[in-house]
């Protein structure tokens, strides 16, 4: 290895055809990484499914952005540090929505795959989404940022939201029961 920077060019000196590859290449390569590393560097991202269940009927909420008119669920980046994911997710639905939790939030176990930038390693990549159902109690009172929110039992929500990705999330959330 004759540079160490970044998008240096490395020749394989042998006998056999010449093996070129950039540092960052050598670098990335799983071999060359523990489990944990390989992990850290697929980003992920976290949906909210708050849930409303009252005498014998189950409503899920979902919000609407000022520059995007169709129901979504809320994504927010996974606890770090002393960060539980039951605080993480009862502040975010009680900050952006005005809700309560009534129990602790619970993280499905299917990841989807989409694409997105990876914070750590500065490109674009295999990201993953995971659901987080919250139950939670009240009516939604949105905050600012958001431009609203709809109430809506399974059906109705996964026949809003516009993105295959996002029903597999919510499907996923409501099957934790």
């Known amino acids: 290895m004759a540079d160490a920077t970044p998008g240096a060019q ?3 000196e042998s006998t056999g055809p010449a093996l070129t590859m950039t540092a960052a290449q050598v670098v990335l390569h799983d071999a060359a ?3 944990p590393e ?3 560097a697929d980003p992920e991202r ?14 899920y909420v979902l919000v609407r ?6 129901p979504a ?4 980046a996974p606890p770090v540090g002393t960060d539980t994911l039951e605080a993480a997710a009862a502040d975010l639905a009680r900050a952006r929505l005005g809700l309560v939790a ?3 939030a619970r993280l499905t176990s299917e990841r989807v795959p989409v694409r997105m930038g990876s914070p750590r390693l500065g490109l674009q990549t295999t990201g993953w989404l995971r659901g987080v159902l919250q139950p939670v109690e009240g009516e939604p009172t949105p ?9 809506l039992s399974i059906s109705e929500a996964e026949a809003v939201l516009t993105t295959e990705v996002e029903r597999m999330v919510l499907r996923a959330a409501a099957a934790l029961g």
């Open 143 to 151: 905050d600012v940022l958001v431009d609203g929110c709809e109430v």
């Open 33 to 35: 990484l523990t489990a």
């Open 102 to 104: 009534t129990a602790p």
């Open 10 to 12: 490395e020749t394989a």
């Open 73 to 76: 669920l809320l994504s927010f």
């Open 38 to 40: 390989i992990a850290a």
């Open 46 to 59: 976290l949906l909210l499914v708050p849930v409303i269940r009252t005498a014998g009927e189950t409503r």
């Open 65 to 70: 952005w000022p520059d995007w008119p169709h």
